[in-house]
């Protein structure tokens, strides 16, 4: 089961940085706030979703998929 | 996953199929602009879409795919978001593809051959019409006393070979034709069959009650002390340059590097796309429409003017002081109101004006200064930007400020209650009875505060 939810959180990456990247182009062509002030938040997504798949990664070596 | 793939791609390609639809139908439908302004919220619906379609199948305990966006998929975002931010920049009209601008190639090749022209002097009337028919090369336009006009000059031929060049020469004659009270002046660039360019540079002096009718291209075109009025169309790349002229001036540029126009006693009226826009002491109204991307200046005009370019619009009755419209920026001196002001992605410094202000800006930091403790009716709306109003400590006026996400700094002290709201903030009041000032912005703050040193 919990492989399952790391397959999940892995699959659910991809999705969640393309609105990320989205809304970061929204507010900078609102003039808000420029794209090259909020990108780092991009990695910050990424580092959060990598925790997160990390959690539920079976104990085992071999049983998890490959992060 | 091979066995059933993903719904995101074709959903994508059916949602792109309906917009090129409607675009297809619709053609006021400006796919263009949409796609520039938008495409961030096209990632983030296909986002969403691969979001839900990843959480269906996990509660579902269907398979799950390895990536919920593929290579290729990022391969298509990144395309886009080049795409879509290049065409936000584009669409700009001050962008820099716009400055470069496309010579002929003709140019750069090839030999220059130099000629001279015949020297052609007539006498003419006093107050004649002088005609230049379309052509290519710089114009040297002088007004004298008396009725005599003469032309000399000297034509520049790019070409291959000489022989080329001498061909060119003798089609392309210098004709002076008097028609009555017409003096016309043909240059003939467009008899040439060989691939040569020819660049005639004129100088003529004409009578001073002269009017001017000219178009041309590539060159300047200089005229100075004319009584009449001047008219003058150009073709890319053209520098214009008036001064004295005792008439009215009806430019219409196709792409004017420069327009400079000094001490004009009639109208000017200034038509189309250019870059740097010059006027000064100007004796009639103004009027400027098209799109000018470089700086445009305007310096004592005593009638009324109105402005139209780069998504700016300014109506003034008269301008003593300076008005100065740069990319991203307008500041201004000593204005004389009723002054009406609408600016994109433009901060606005105006430091004394008279009169009612309606100033629209969408995106910028505004400041005012009115000039006299008579200040007329003020309404500034910005939608993201700070407001900073500094008014004469005598005046007398009932504000109304608000800020919907922004603080208010209060400097002008009692009589004006501050109220908070949300994220927001409110500023109201009134000092003795005067005319209504409202300040509104979406995002920024507002200041108010007594300005120093007012009579």
Known sequence: MNSRVALFAQAIRGPVLLITVGILFAIHQAGVLPFYRTWPLLLIVVGVMKLIERLYVPQSPQGGPKL | MKSRGSVTGPLVLILVGVVFLVHAITPDFRLADLLAHYWPYALIIWGAIALVEVVIRFLGNGPIPKNGVSGGGWALVIFIAIIGSSAFEFQRPDNWIRQIGFQSGMEAFGQEHEYPVQNIAKTVSAEPVIIIEDFRGDAKIIGAEGSNFSLTGQKVIRSFDAKDADKANSQTPVEVVTQGNTVTIRCHQDRIDSRSSVTTNLDISVPKGSRIEASGSHGTIDVSAIGGDVQFAGGNSSDIKLEDIGGSVKLETQGADSIRCDNVKGAVELHGRGSDVDLENI?????????????????????????????????????????????????????????????????????????ALDLDVDRGDV???????????????????DIDLAVPSAAHFALSANTENGDIDNQFGDGLKESSEGRGAKLEGSVGSGPDVNLVTQHGSITVKKSSGDV
Do not use: C, W
């Open chain 2, 283 to 355: 004796a009639g109204q103004v009027t400027i429409g098209g799109n000018f991307t470089g700086t445009v200046s305007l310096r004592a005009l005593a009638k009324p003017v109105h402005l139209e370019s780069m998504r700016t619009q300014l109506d003034a009755r008269q301008v003593p002081g300076y008005f100065r419209l740069e990319r991203g920026s307008v500041d201004a001196k000593n204005l004389i109101g009723p002054l009406k002001l609408t600016a994109h992605s433009t901060d606005i410094t105006l430091d004394g004006f008279t009169e």
């Open chain 2, 367 to 385: 400041e005012l200064r009115p000039e006299h403790s008579a200040m007329g009716r003020i309404a500034v709306h910005t939608h993201s930007g």
